[in-house]
């Protein structure tokens, strides 16, 4: 039988946009990628908002939505620090984050303790996404106010994502004792 969950097909979707947002942004379409991004990036709010309107979260989702996040925003945050429009170090941040808190959760969900997803974490996402368009679109919008507005995104960003590390690690503390 055919799976009619719009909310995974919309996980599956982003996914999918991914190689093209790739190619366009290496091959100097900032605009196009900026565009492909942002309806990538509205698929998560979508996806969620209906899964949780209709019931219709699935252990797939559950998996799939918070990965098809990360491998957009990772995919972007590599390709700005090959393009050098951001430094490599505040990707490592990005990047360590990630990877900690996605062994914390397996380390937690193999003792039976699920680590729901924090509004910090959430936020951190969102500053992410809104990091990347705004470094896409910088030379088109930003740049005649003489406000970095991307680098002061960029930085938030990089402190929610620390913020929202530090504090999974603190909800994940009892698994270091065990």
């Not at 991307?150 to 990089?158: E, S």
């Amino acid at each position: 039988m055919k799976n009619k969950n719009l909310p995974n097909q919309l996980t599956m979707l982003r996914v999918v946009m991914i190689p093209v947002f790739i190619v366009c942004l290496m091959t100097g379409h900032a605009v196009i990628s900026a565009v492909i991004f942002a309806a990538a990036a509205a698929t998560d709010a979508l996806d969620g908002h209906i899964a949780r309107k209709y019931n219709l979260i699935s252990n797939f989702g559950k998996l799939m939505d918070p990965l098809a996040d990360k491998l957009l925003v990772v995919s972007a945050l590599v390709c700005l620090v090959e393009l050098g429009e951001i430094p490599a170090w505040m990707v490592i941040v990005i990047l360590a984050r990630e990877f900690t808190i996605t062994g914390l959760r397996s380390v937690a969900a193999s003792e039976g303790v699920v680590i729901a997803a924090g509004f910090s974490g959430k936020l951190k996402t969102v500053f992410q996404m809104l990091a990347i368009l705004a470094i896409l679109l910088e030379n088109r919008l930003f740049s005649l106010s003489g406000i970095p507005f991307a680098r002061i995104m960029l930085w938030i960003a990089v402190l929610l994502t620390l913020y929202s590390g530090i504090e999974y690690i603190v909800k994940g503390r009892a698994l270091f004792t065990r």
